[in-house]
Each structure stands twice: as C-alpha cells, then as structure tokens.
Nanobody
C-alpha cells in the first residue's frame, strides 16, 4: 500500500521561508529516490527537487540555491526547506517517487504554499 502525506504549507510573504514534510510508506521510501513536485494554479505539475536514497540531490533551475531537499530514512520522511520564496513559488506541493517510468500513480493530498504580501 502506498501512502504519501504532505504537510507544512501555508501563507508566507515574499522572501520568507517554509519547511515542507512528506511521510511516505516504507515500501516506497526504502526503494525509490523521492522528489517534490508542485502544481501552480492553472499549470501542469512539475518536478522541482530529487533526493536519492544515498542523499544525492538535484534541483530544477527555478529553485536551485533557494530550496533544499533532504530525507530521514529512519522516519520515512522527506523534507523541502524553501527559502527566499517568490510569488511564482505559489503552488500545491506534492511528494512522490520520480522513477524512470514516471511517478507513482498514487498521490497525496498535497500542501498549499501561497507566497503573497
């Protein structure tokens, strides 16, 4: 059974910070790299950050230098530290496994991040 539960979103002013968390079921967390996706209003979902089981990270250019992804393998949890937030970061954020064949079919409810003054 696949479980993905995101939390930590909210309303923040431009330049502010938020930390998102995603609790995942062990059966996927142990096997796959994990990633954070986001879907801005009226746009398609996009992958913004990846962390492998060994801790190697990669980022979309739009968030590089501002966002940091990390994972706690003992807690089956992946995090996204978001700093210097911009209005264009406004989106619903989801976690999933960015496999070569695409993410898992199951998605959590996501967590809404709104960056606005």
């Amino acid at each position: 059974q696949v479980q993905l539960e995101e939390s930590g979103g909210g309303l923040v002013q431009p330049g502010g910070s938020l930390r998102l968390s995603c609790a995942a079921s062990e059966n996927i967390f142990r096997i796959y790299a994990m990633g954070w996706y986001r879907q801005p209003p009226g746009k398609q979902r996009e992958l913004v950050a990846i962390v492998t089981s060994g801790g190697i990270t990669n980022y979309a250019d739009s968030v590089k230098g501002r966002f940091t992804i990390s994972r706690n393998n003992a807690k089956n949890t992946v995090y996204l530290q978001m700093n210097s937030l911009k209005p264009e970061d406004t989106a619903v954020y989801y976690c999933n496994a960015p496999r070569r064949e695409g993410p898992l079919d199951e998605w959590g409810q996501g967590t809404l991040v709104t960056v606005s003054s």
